[in-house]
């Protein structure tokens, strides 16, 4: 246990490391027994080992693939505060709750952010984090948005959430997606549907953007490289361990 906790501190500080232990209910524990012959352990003691280490614990077999596939694409997120782009407001709703379970903040936009948005959105459209562009969003509407909402030095990383399937939008948004990267902050999509979104969440992947099919989940990648950015800024504090090669 020691010799894992010492190794894993002086990788994170490198490279992220994900873990998702099963067995630590009770029954889940006496499971594992039955299965392995071997002993679980106490829960307490895992989690704390755990962070200890610097690794961050997924709490369920979804989590260790969407945690993976956030850190493996996006940079480290600096603080908390993220903004939600989305056309379907029940979904920026979904998508505030979860990012306030998770000690995420959505600060308000900066004036001249606000400003800058209302000159070309229609009056329906809410300016307010999370931005609603509305069930009529167009490619245009969205590539604006995105370029002035992350160039907000108030807004660390964003979710975007979109409907794809609308007639309003083209095969072009796909690239505005990617070209958002350029502005170094991290960004997860949600989206949802059925054979014609699914293909274009494929390219979005061959791109290093995450997608996810709910707007937790995508709440949920963001959160993770917020996390890992304040694993990275303790270990900086310390000497990491070297890593011995056997």
Known sequence: GEEFIRTAKGVVARKPIVVFKAGKTDKGAEAVVSHTGALAGSAEVFSAA?????????????????????????????????????????????????????????????????????????????????IDLTGDATDERYQKTID????????????????????????????????????????TVCSAGGGYVLERNRKLESFGIPVYPTPERAVKGLW??????KILKKFAEEKPPKVVKK
């Open 50 to 130: 755990m962070k200890q280490a610097g690794v961050i614990e997924a709490k369920n077999s979804e989590d260790i693939f969407d945690y993976a596939k956030s850190l493996a694409n996006q940079p480290v997120m600096r603080d908390n505060k993220i903004a939600v782009i989305t056309d379907g407001g029940g979904f920026g709703v979904v998508s505030t709750d979860e990012a306030v379970r998770l000690g995420l903040d959505l600060p308000k936009l900066e004036d001249s952010t606000i400003k800058k948005l209302k000159d070309f959105l229609p009056a329906y459209a809410s300016v307010k984090n999370p």
């Open 148 to 187: 002035i909402v992350l160039k907000d030095k108030n807004i660390a990383g964003a979710v975007i959430i979109a409907l794809m399937q609308i007639p309003t939008l083209t095969d072009e948004f796909v690239n505005i997606l990617r070209d958002a990267k350029l502005h170094g902050k991290p960004i």
């Open 224 to 229: 993770v490289l917020y996390e890992y950015e």
